[in-house]
């Protein structure tokens, strides 16, 4: 069984930065493990991935201001979040794929955090 905990959201202004922590139990190299947001009335989406090849994958909507990493000794995962944006606003959740599914398919994943919700202001 996989357990992921999210830590790390809060509320910025629009430019500032945030750090979100994913603490990961369970797991096994099968998995992969990525980061999704939901934002109210809208479907949850994947943005940042790892890969089966470990390599990272953003969405469109993030890439250059997201990043994606992940401690393996402590088995943590992170997303930093730079120049954010209001349209940033959403819960986001860190989540595990057996067999590493693609991000662009949320349904296929698994194990889910609880969520952290994240507001940017203007």
């Known amino acids: 069984q996989v357990h992921l905990v999210e830590s790390g959201g809060g509320s910025v202004q629009a430019g500032g930065s945030l750090r979100l922590s994913c603490a990961v139990s369970?797991?096994?190299?099968?998995?992969?493990l990525g980061w999704f947001r939901q934002a109210p009335g809208k479907e949850r989406e994947g943005i940042a991935q790892?890969?089966?090849?470990?390599?990272?994958r953003y969405a469109n909507s993030v890439m250059g201001r997201f990043t994606v990493s992940k401690n393996n000794a402590e088995n943590t995962l992170y997303l930093q979040m730079n120049s954010l944006k209001p349209e940033d606003t959403a819960v986001y959740y860190c989540?595990?794929?057996?067999?590493?599914?693609?991000?662009?398919?949320?349904?296929?994943?698994?194990?889910w955090g609880q969520g952290a919700q994240v507001t940017v202001s203007s």
């Open positions: 989540a595990a794929g057996f067999g590493c599914p693609s991000m662009d398919w949320p349904r296929q994943w698994e194990y």
């Open positions: 369970g797991y096994t190299s099968k998995f992969c």
């Open positions: 790892f890969d089966r090849d470990d390599n990272t």
